[in-house]
Structures are given as C-alpha cells and as structure tokens.
C-alpha cells in the first residue's frame, strides 16, 4: 500500500518538474513552449507544427531540437 502511494508522490512531483520546466521555457520562448504543446500533447507532426505555427519545417525542427535540450537541462538541474 505505501509503495503504491509512493509511486502516486513520485509520478506528481515528476509531472509538477516538467510543468515548471515548460513554465519557465514559455517564460523565455513562447513559440519552443507552444511547440513543445503541440507536438507532445497535442500529437502533431512536425509538418502540421509549421503549418499552424507559420513557420518553417526547418525552424519547427530546429526549435523541437532546442526545445528538448532546455526541457532535459531543467529537468536534470530539478532533480539534482
């Protein structure tokens, strides 16, 4: 029972550090963060990202690059 409300505690936590993370990407770029919207959550591809965004595919795919590494750097400087 207790590994199973610890698991609950640990899956939150886990949610709240990517949400402040994304919290603090949209701070900096609103654009990486609504990417990061689209293509996680929303499930769009990287072509239907630079169609609703009016973007390049290239600056999607450069943006998704950038995106990710600022996300992984946050959540690694987050748990530590």
Known sequence: LHEGRA????EAADI???QEA???LRAMDPRKADLID????AGLTTSEVAETLQ??????NRDWRMARAFLQ???KS???
């Open 78 to 80: 987050i748990s530590s």
């Open 7 to 10: 698991s609950e505690e640990a």
């Open 22 to 24: 994304l919290d603090k």
């Open 73 to 75: 750097n946050e959540l």
């Open 55 to 60: 973007i390049s595919l290239s600056t999607v």
């Open 16 to 18: 709240l550090a990517v």
């Open 38 to 41: 689209l293509i996680v959550f």
